[in-house]
């Protein structure tokens, strides 16, 4: 927890340093600041604490011999939470961008501009919706050695934090090289938030506002590259609209989508 709260002020310190972030954090509303704080609460402290109950105030008194009874290598145990289940959170995210669902993921993809402080904006109940919720309270009882389970775990919100940030990898550099082929980038998320018609070309219209069809994965482009999902930047072009024109969008051409106006609201009722 220390490591993670760490790294996380490391990222936003230099998310600061960019003259462009720090002109859009000075004229975040404060209603969305109250939203992305409240969000990453449930995500920071909310998830853990209910992970936990799910270990000690249910299955420890229904099914107390199973705690510590799978046996993993701490590779296996790393693998099967960095790997297995981000191809299930891959099929998850894919479902609520689906018009049924798609309603209690929306205010996610309000953020004006990538930005990490806002990484867990969303419909405070979706976390039960997501089966990487259940999986990891279930995992950490059923684990003998938890711990190699536990680090995925926090790799995986680190890497939710950095991706939804603006802290891009130069392209030239050997870092980028190392970690493009593989693993989803900040400019790889920034074109899943963007609109589809930024890059189709086409007008852009309220079905389309934010059902980007493209980059769903979370740690791994593999998911995106088996199924035709994936699509690379466009590096030469802003890889979204900027915050006052995707605010604007919302407000004006697309508001019937969003159905209740005030953000807040969509909190906890977003239809």
Not at 34 to 57: A, R, S
Not at 112 to 130: H, K, P, Y
Request: hydrophobic share 50%; charged share 10%.
């Amino acid at each position: 927890m220390v490591i993670s709260l760490l790294i996380f002020w490391l990222f936003f310190f230099g998310s600061l340093c960019q003259p462009q972030q720090r002109q859009y954090l000075r004229s975040k509303p404060w209603q969305d600041w109250l939203m992305d704080g409240l969000g990453l609460t449930v995500q920071g402290v909310g998830v853990p604490l209910l992970q936990l109950l799910v270990g000690v105030g249910v299955l420890k008194p229904l099914w107390p011999q199973l705690q510590g009874c799978l046996l993993l290598s701490p590779v296996l145990a790393f693998g099967l939470r960095f790997v297995a289940i981000d191809y299930l959170y891959y099929w998850s995210h894919r479902l609520l961008h689906c018009a049924p669902l798609f309603p209690v993921h929306h205010l996610h993809h309000t953020l004006g501009q990538m930005d990490m402080v806002g990484a867990s904006r969303n419909t405070l109940w979706v976390i039960f919706l997501l089966p990487y919720f259940w999986v990891n309270g279930l995992m950490l009882y059923l684990l003998a050695e938890p711990w190699a389970y536990g680090w995925g775990i926090v790799l995986t919100c680190l890497l939710d934090l950095w991706r939804h940030s603006s802290l891009v990898i130069v392209r030239r550099s050997w870092l980028y090289a190392v970690l493009n082929p593989w693993l989803m980038l900040p400019q790889d998320h920034g074109l899943h938030h963007q609109p589809m018609s930024g890059r189709s070309g086409e007008p852009i219209e309220a079905c389309q506002f934010n059902h980007a069809g493209v980059n769903f994965g979370a740690n791994l482009k593999l998911w995106d590259y088996l199924h035709h999902t994936y699509q690379a930047p466009d590096l030469s072009m802003q890889s979204q609209l900027n915050g006052e024109d995707l605010e604007g969008l919302a407000e004006n051409k697309l508001a019937h989508l969003f159905l209740v106006s005030p953000k807040l609201k969509a909190l906890v009722w977003p239809f």
